[in-house]
């Protein structure tokens, strides 16, 4: 059984132990030490990452009442070992804020937390609650005036009968001794993660995203160092969206909401002048084995509304874009029907592709335009 210094001291990072056994697994080797300070991968914190005896420790997990380590080399006798400082830290204060936010969460809403894990992206909490924008807002004030005030926080076995008249939130039924974690004035809660012992190390909490989950709500929680850094990243983002649009920071969403009205009238007036262009431009339709017209720089959409309006004003009709280097596209439109086949024989004849109904088909054509013409003007009507 592993001697687990994480429980008497959950900032002890450095420390030195002798090597229980050492078992090659794969390419990894899985060791057990006689004590450890890295904490195994339970309760929905991730295992630990270090070093033990110069050999990297890429992950720790349980084993019975073992502590194995996960190691990319053998090691052996005394070693000195090394946890990842930072990286268990920023575990803890995500770790421990969580646990306030989803005592706060249960204080003000009689919430449950039913889900727990904590992700490279932050920590996320399943509640079984709906929450509102409001709702949330109170849970993370609340939240944050016990990060504020400094709680402190506290990691102990309660005697029996203290735990039978103990409120406590679980997330399951505990075999063997329960270990409570209270923050003071905020949670009690059953849990065997490492915490911080001051809830003012959190630093900030912020619920970043929140998506409806089996009747309730997951929410993405970021703590400390990771709660600025997203802060720092969205406040840049929205300091640069106001300024593009001269705007202050408050009317942003306003602002974007404008716009895109203000788009799609502009995509409106667009297509008006598009089509009172296209109607002048039938007018002056040359006239083969249909009427057609070829237009600079046209959308495939714009094309096919323009042979039927081109078909409209002469029953049928045809029309091109493009130029002579890269070929043209083309699209034809009949009220009588036919185009399937002169789709076919323009394909044909001058090096296209391309298909549709007999109402209307569409291509392309590797050819001149004076080569169009030529089939154009040479084909009977
Ligand atoms: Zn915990």
Redesign the pocket.
């Known amino acids: 059984m592993t001697d687990k210094l994480y429980y008497r001291d959950a900032y002890l990072f450095a420390f030195d132990a002798r090597v229980v056994s050492c078992a090659s697994s794969g390419d990894k080797f899985e060791a057990v030490l006689d004590r450890t300070a890295f904490y195994p991968e339970g309760?929905?914190?991730p295992g630990d990452t270090g070093v033990i005896g110069g050999v990297r420790v890429l992950d720790t997990v349980s084993r019975g009442d073992d502590v194995v380590h996960i190691c990319s080399g053998p090691v052996s006798g005394r070693v000195a070992a090394r946890v990842d400082g930072e990286r268990r830290l920023a575990n803890m204060r995500a770790?421990?804020a969580?646990?306030i936010f989803s005592g706060c969460a249960h204080s003000l809403y009689g919430a449950e937390n039913v889900g727990?894990h904590m992700g490279s992206e932050g920590v996320t909490v399943d509640l079984d609650i709906p929450l509102t924008d409001e709702m949330l807002r109170n849970i993370l004030v609340k939240a944050n005036g016990v990060i504020m005030s400094d709680a402190a926080v506290t990691c102990y076995y309660p005697s029996e009968d203290e735990l039978a008249g103990l409120d406590f939130r679980s997330k399951k039924e505990i075999d063997g001794p329960v270990r409570i974690?209270r923050v003071e004035g905020a949670d009690v809660?059953a849990?065997?993660?490492?915490?911080l012992s001051r809830a003012g190390q959190a630093g900030l909490l912020m619920a970043v995203r929140t998506a409806p989950c089996r009747g309730g709500t997951r929410i993405l929680l970021k703590a400390g160092k990771d709660a600025f850094e997203d802060y720092y990243f969205k406040n840049r983002e929205l300091s640069r969206a106001a300024s593009l649009m001269s705007l202050k920071e408050d009317e942003t969403a306003d602002g974007v909401a404008a716009l895109n009205s203000k788009i799609d009238e502009l995509k409106r007036e667009v297509r008006d002048l598009k089509d009172r262009n296209f109607a002048l431009m039938c007018e002056g339709a040359q006239t083969g084995a249909v009427p057609f017209v070829f237009a600079d720089g046209l959308a495939p959409a714009d094309v096919m509304r323009f042979a039927d309006m081109l078909a409209e004003k002469h029953g049928r009709g045809a029309v091109f874009s493009g130029d002579d280097g890269s070929g043209y596209m083309y699209a034809v439109c009949s009220r009588s029907g036919g185009c399937r086949e002169l789709s076919r024989s323009l394909n044909a004849a001058l090096n296209g592709r391309g298909g549709g109904k007999d109402e209307g088909a569409q291509g392309r054509v590797n050819a001149s335009r004076r080569a169009i013409e030529d089939f154009l003007y040479s084909k009977s009507v």
């Not at 849990?191 to 915490?195: E, R």
Request: glycine share 20%; aromatic share 6%; hydrophobic share 15%.
């Open positions: 309760g929905g914190q770790h421990t969580e646990h727990f974690v809660c849990c065997c993660g490492t915490h």
